[in-house]
């Protein structure tokens, strides 16, 4: 199921806990673990992302880089500034100031120009899970407790809203143009065209860029900065597909032996099909490329807060990003009190549907 239809079913009562059913093991490799724990609410656990599919894989934040321009600018090997942990948002947009120009030289910044990098409406919160900020977390004992609000938390997303202001060096596709035609002509098309070094949006552009003239590479989501430890890998919550177990299920064993089975051979072989999916025509198939797929695909990241939409504090924070416009501590000072409210009403349906 989508993730956009999770919180219905969950809240009504019509899913069945996946630790009553036998052979379910979140810890065999075959479903994604990190999924398993952020989806765990009051100590039951409904919901999990599993191998049987891999739109969750293509649906991985991720970016990729022109390495025609790359070296036309004379910028670094970008395998290494990842591999050195100098892969930030600031190394993102420094590297981008550097290749943006009005190429035609017409005092405006359209889709005829060159940029830094473009993106979709959703990077907003590629970048923010990416930078270590989640708008909420489940806690060991299962309570849901909100991490947006912090002075951290508010501090990024101000930092990100700043690089992507830059609409001279940015280029967002979803915004530039009402005519949905267009828009999409350049969700893929500005990079395939050569007119951005980065493209930034999930795994599932890398097949849709197979004929492009130039050789392209593929990275993590850059970090916030050099302290943070990890490159992390946040999963587009919306169309996140999640694994449910209907409450109204009367065979569970069978069930269980089945999705164990599947998840197994979608670990064993569909996941490989994918890198080679993936790693066709320019993006070929290289240590560096392997290396780099390796390195998305083992920290995702899910955020509660970003699926559940508490309050409407991941479509508020979508709006500012896409609009340009709006102060993020007062936007969510009004909406805190409805936070608080959806995460009490979602726990006291679980404890009740328990």
């Known amino acids: 199921m989508r993730g956009s239809e999770y919180n219905k079913l969950l809240t009504s009562g019509s899913l069945s806990d996946l630790t009553l059913m036998p052979h379910f093991e979140p810890d065999s490799g075959y479903y994604d673990k990190a999924s398993y724990d952020a989806l765990s609410i009051a100590g039951s656990h ?35 500034t990842v591999r050195s942990g100098k892969w930030t948002i600031d190394r993102m947009y420094e590297i981008g100031k550097t290749v943006a120009a009005d190429t035609d030289s017409d005092g405006l910044f359209t889709e005829k120009d060159r940029y830094g990098f473009t993106y979709i409406v959703d990077v907003s919160e590629g970048f923010l899970n990416a930078s270590g900020v989640n708008i909420a977390k489940t806690s060991s004992d299962g ?14 997303m101000q930092h990100i809203f700043d690089i992507l202001s830059d609409t001279a060096t940015s280029f967002n596709v979803h915004k530039r143009s009402p005519d949905p035609n267009i828009t999409n002509k350049l969700e893929t098309g500005m990079f395939t065209d050569g007119n951005t070094l980065i493209s ?6 890398a097949p849709q860029f197979r004929d492009m003239k130039d050789d392209f590479g593929i990275i993590p989501f850059p970090k916030y900065d050099e302290t943070q430890t990890d490159y992390i890998s946040p999963v587009f919550s919306n169309p996140l597909p999640i694994t449910v177990i209907p409450r109204t299920n009367s065979d569970l064993e069978s069930t269980g032996i089945i999705l164990a089975e599947m998840s197994y051979h979608g670990y064993t072989e569909l996941l490989p099909a ?3 999916t993936i790693l066709t025509g320019k993006c070929a198939r290289d240590d560096d490329s392997v ?8 920290k995702t990241e899910y955020d509660i807060g970003m699926l559940f939409d508490f309050g409407g504090v991941r479509t508020k924070v979508r709006t500012i990003y896409q609009e340009l416009d709006g102060n993020f ?23 009740e549907n328990k």
């Open 46 to 80: 409904y919901g999990v992302v599993s191998n049987i599919t891999m739109n969750h894989n293509l649906l991985i934040f991720s970016a990729y880089f022109n390495k025609v321009m790359l070296d036309d600018f004379g910028i670094d090997n970008m395998y290494d």
């Open 143 to 156: 309570s849901i407790v909100k991490t947006y609000n912090t002075e951290t938390a508010l501090t990024r």
């Open 200 to 205: 930034l949006a999930g795994i599932y552009y």
């Open 274 to 276: 994918l890198y080679d």
């Open 291 to 298: 290396e780099m797929l390796d390195m998305i695909f083992s």
């Open 329 to 351: 501590a007062s936007a969510f000072a009004s909406l805190d009190t409805k936070v608080d409210k959806n995460i009490v009403d979602l726990i006291e349906a679980v404890e």
